[in-house]
């Protein structure tokens, strides 16, 4: 009786200070309406409303794409809702093995395997390789995900060195700093998801062939999006082959469901066989193997969408900036427009959806540092002219002046 109370005397108190900051977590519930992306149905108080959503990670529209539809409907007819075990009991199908090899060769490296999604893929995959060998150092980027991050805490033995984000000259010094003869792994991000930058994949490879590392690359807001077939930042640059791990998400640009990683066959082998987030879980239901394994073998030859991907984001980017609007500068498809203050940008977003019918996510702290609140856009190839046009309008008349007058 003492510990219920305590605790939920506690949860309120926290819930009442999240409250107080702006910072209390509220779902607007949004449902999409297939064949009309990027709009949805918001379902208000006040009854449902349709409205244009800025926030989608569906970054391509994937997750409406016929063939993957198709795909989906099929599988489901076919072979039932849910997969009815774990990889290992009566739960891996053709599917998931076409899927694994597929994405192998998105990457072209000789093994994948699938996760429930790209955060169990990070939080599994990197605590198996730091607790393969003894005392591994691994030295993460200081934006990681908090994906990466559990998996680097979940890892019994290792020790952890986080490096200034994108910061070359941090890393080898800490790299240089290390014990002789330890292990280490580099674990990185291509695009950096709240903020859209991008890391020097190849030049931080160089470092970690001259310090003798391997690297672990979280390609989550790239697969799909960059590289000639869709194989990330990693393909883009060419430097996919010097990558060891290869970790990617088929929710974001591919537009469905679960996570992954590729590299090695041997090593891949190896995760398989230890990671207890593959062996204790049940695998992806066979229609979302199967809706994935449309849109990869889709978007690997539809470099059109990504074109479009590029030129809507430039055309937003533009738009933003010849309105005076504080957008963080990036060379990605994110496109941070910056607030800084957690309630000032809860109110934003709520009177972007009310009285605009635009929805787009407020990102506050522990997401990104306290004084950084911002909200996240992203065009898509299905936003059009006329509804940039609408969102930059709408964010006009509801920022404050003072933020516009500071970028413009
Ligand atoms: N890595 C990064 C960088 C992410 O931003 C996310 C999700 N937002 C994930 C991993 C997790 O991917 P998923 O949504 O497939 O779990």
């Not at 999240?18 to 607007?28: N, P, Q």
């Not at 672990?216 to 077939?229: F, I, M, S």
């Not at 992954?260 to 879980?281: M, N």
């Amino acid at each position: 009786m003492q510990t219920r109370a305590a605790l939920l005397a506690h949860c309120r108190d926290r819930l009442g200070a999240m409250r107080r900051e702006g910072r209390y977590r509220e779902f607007a519930q949004l449902e999409k309406l297939a064949g009309r992306f990027p709009v949805y149905r918001w379902h208000s108080a006040a009854g449902p409303r349709e409205v244009t959503v800025w926030s989608s990670n569906d970054y391509l529209g994937m997750g409406n794409h016929p063939a993957v539809l198709e795909a989906a409907g099929r599988a489901v007819a076919e072979h039932g809702a849910g997969a009815g075990g774990t990889r290992n009991i009566s739960g891996t199908s053709p599917l998931h093995a076409a899927l694994e090899a597929e994405l192998a060769a998105l990457h072209g490296k000789s093994g994948a395997l699938l996760f429930g999604s790209g955060y169990i893929a990070n939080d599994a995959a990197i605590s198996a390789v730091l607790e393969a060998l003894p005392g591994f150092w691994v030295f993460s980027d200081a934006k990681n995900h908090a994906s990466m991050i559990a998996g680097m805490r979940h890892a019994k033995g290792a020790t952890r060195v986080i490096w200034q984000h994108n910061d070359l000259a941090d890393l080898e010094a800490k790299l240089a700093a290390a014990p002789a003869g330890v292990p280490k792994l580099i674990a990185f991000e291509s695009v950096y998801s709240m903020d859209g930058d991008i890391a020097p994949i190849g030049a931080i490879c160089d470092l970690a062939e001259r310090h003798g590392a391997i690297t672990y690359l979280d390609e989550v807001h790239a697969v799909g999006l960059y590289g000639a077939g869709g194989g990330g930042i990693s393909e883009r640059d060419g430097v996919a082959a010097r990558v060891d791990l290869i970790e990617g998400t088929l929710a974001k640009g591919f537009g469905v469901f679960g996570g992954y990683v590729a590299g090695e066959a041997e090593l891949v082998d190896f995760i398989r066989s230890t990671a207890g987030g593959l062996i204790f879980t049940t695998s992806l239901p066979p229609a979302v193997a199967a809706a994935a394994l449309a849109s990869v073998r889709a978007l690997r030859g539809d470099a059109a969408r990504r074109e479009a991907l590029a030129e809507r984001a430039a055309a937003l980017k533009a738009a933003l900036d010849a309105a005076g609007l504080p957008r963080i500068p990036g060379p990605s498809h994110i496109v941070p427009v910056m607030v800084g203050e957690a309630a000032l940008c809860r109110e934003v977003a709520r009177r972007l959806l009310e009285e605009h019918g635009l929805y787009a996510t407020p990102i506050n702290y522990p997401t990104v540092p306290r004084g950084t609140e911002r909200l996240r856009l992203c065009a898509t190839p299905f936003h059009t002219d006329a509804m940039i046009g609408e969102l930059v309008r709408a964010l006009r008349a509801v920022l404050p002046q003072r933020l516009s007058a500071a970028a413009a």
